[in-house]
């Protein structure tokens, strides 16, 4: 006979096809209530069960699918921030070969979590499904084996009730109902202890799943929070060694400018300044008289402590009794017309060295 396809031959082809009308004549019959048809609400709860668990499930894996990406996604960007901070750590700063350690660490440290979520979460969860295409076709193939079964049973039973009896028929026809009948409850027996196992089964992955990525999950969390620390520990003695430059910087300019100050003292006293008072009857200085300067902007004084300027002023700068009070761009003097009429500096106060112009 020739093949219509490949093993599949003219014959089972329409035989195939017969099937498939005897059924669907088998449902429209029923359906229109000429027909009774074989119902297992326990079965049906069952089959119910079984697709609330296949869509839970689906959804589950999805869903932990989705958090594996984004997993890998925050590890893409730790990775990239962690690079990123690496180069740019001088090689002179505090901890430079801790940091590269560390950048290496929180790397195999994501590397790990996400690995030990797919081995021991998802796999086990793709495994579980695995069992339910073929499950579900199963439950496919016991309702049309049902609908057969009805078919044969009432073909059975319309040769029974016939007023013309064929006993040939009738012995086919009962041949045939019970093929249908052994075939239907063979599958039907098989998937009523399979479902209920199945359907128990579900809390034990959904256990095991979320336990793993509770555990994976801690221990990610501590390691990290261990690596963070370290981090923070680095930056702190980065901070810390910024600081001690910074300082060291500081005591070498006030040094500096002490040894500076003394020599301004020693000068003054050996020698009168260049631009000496010329207003006083007898060219008398105040104590601490370095140089003098002559206002070039006006500076309204803002605090008790400051000097108040008018443009072309003429001050006597004076030195700071401790040279750590005094701040940067700023200068201690005393207006020199008030020094000449009164010979006291008590009113002397700070201004702003960029106001003023040296004379």
């Known amino acids: 006979m020739a093949e219509i396809g490949k093993g599949v031959t003219a014959g089972k082809l329409a ?5 498939r009308l005897t059924r669907a004549q088998e449902k429209v019959l029923q359906k229109l209530g000429k027909a009774d048809e074989t119902r297992d609400a326990a079965f049906e709860e069952m089959v119910a069960n079984f697709n ?11 869903d932990l699918k989705a958090y594996l990406v984004a997993v890998k996604t925050m590890h893409d960007a730790s990775r990239r921030l962690q690079d990123c901070l690496a180069d740019m750590y001088e090689p002179e700063w505090f901890g430079k070969e801790e940091m590269d350690s560390l950048t290496e660490d929180t790397d195999t440290l994501w590397l790990d979590y996400h690995q030990n979520l797919t081995d021991k979460s998802l796999t086990t969860l793709d495994s579980y499904l695995a069992q339910f295409p073929d ?5 496919a193939k016991r309702d049309r084996k049902m609908v057969d079964f009805d078919s044969a049973r009432h073909h059975f039973s319309s040769l029974q009730k016939g007023k013309k009896k064929d006993e040939a028929k009738i012995a086919k026809a009962e041949e045939e109902l019970g093929r249908a009948q052994k075939i239907f409850e063979e599958l ?15 809390v034990g992955v959904y256990v095991n799943t979320f336990q793993s990525m509770a555990r994976h999950q801690e221990k990610f969390h501590g390691e990290m929070s261990k690596l963070s620390q370290n981090l923070n520990d680095i930056m702190t003695k980065l901070e810390e060694q910024r600081e001690l430059k910074k300082g060291g910087t500081a005591a070498a300019k006030t040094e500096d400018g002490a040894k500076s100050e003394e020599a301004n003292h020693s000068e003054s006293a050996s020698s009168p300044p260049k631009s000496a008072v010329t207003n006083g009857s007898d060219g ?3 104590p601490g008289f370095i140089y003098k300067v002559k206002a070039i902007h006006d500076y309204a004084a803002t605090d008790g402590d400051e000097l108040e300027l008018k443009t072309g002023d003429s001050v006597l700068v004076l030195a700071f009794d401790n040279p750590d009070e005094q701040d940067d761009g700023w200068l201690l003097g005393v207006q020199e017309s008030h020094w000449v009429e009164n010979k006291n500096i008590s009113a002397k106060g700070v201004f702003p060295e960029n106001f003023t112009q040296k004379v």
Do not use: C
């Open 135 to 139: 499950i579900k076709a199963r439950i």
């Open 188 to 202: 039907n027996v098989e998937l009523q202890d399979e479902l209920p196992t199945l359907w128990d089964n579900r």
């Open 52 to 62: 609330k668990q296949m869509t839970e499930g689906t959804k589950l894996q999805k």
């Open 284 to 286: 008398e200085l105040p």
């Open 15 to 19: 035989i195939n096809v017969q099937k």
